[in-house]
């Protein structure tokens, strides 16, 4: 993707979760049609770890610190819920155990998903261009 206008860009965290079979947690807000990685906006005075944890914890319900994040980079793509602007997402992988996400917050659904289930969905471009399983 070309470089990113500052003033069309959106700074997130963004979580890589995958389960056993390596299918990718994806969720999907009120009011919206596109399945995304969990994660969001950071508050003032956070960094990009401590955007992610809160907004697991809120969102999904996963009590994290930061030993379970793995910084993966910083990845940018179309923002899927707002026209002509772009991400730029912190990403990490993260370990949550055997810790089960419900949906909370503004969460309305999720759903863990490999490629193919994937293509019945709408993903957004960030999760569909960089971090979709193979299989």
């Given amino acids: ?6 003033d069309r860009s959106i700074r997130v965290s963004a979580a890589v979760i995958t389960d056993a079979a390596g299918r990718l947690l994806l969720v999907r807000k009120a009011g919206t049609t596109a399945f995304m990685q969990p ?3 950071p508050e003032a005075g956070e960094d990009a770890a401590q955007t992610l944890i809160r907004e697991l914890n809120e969102e999904i ?3 994290l610190s930061g030993a379970d994040l793995t910084p993966l980079g910083e990845f940018t793509a179309p923002a899927a819920n ?3 602007f772009a991400v730029v997402a912190d990403v990490f992988r993260v370990d949550i155990g055997d810790q089960q996400p419900v949906t909370d917050a ?4 999720l759903r863990w998903v490999d490629r193919a289930a994937a293509s019945a969905l709408e993903v957004a471009p960030l999760a569909a261009a960089y971090f979709l399983p193979e299989r």
């Fill in 39 to 41: 994660g969001g906006k």
């Fill in 1 to 6: 993707m070309p470089p990113t206008d500052p």
């Fill in 106 to 109: 503004e969460i309305e659904e």
């Fill in 82 to 84: 707002e026209p002509g």
């Fill in 61 to 63: 319900g996963l009590r």
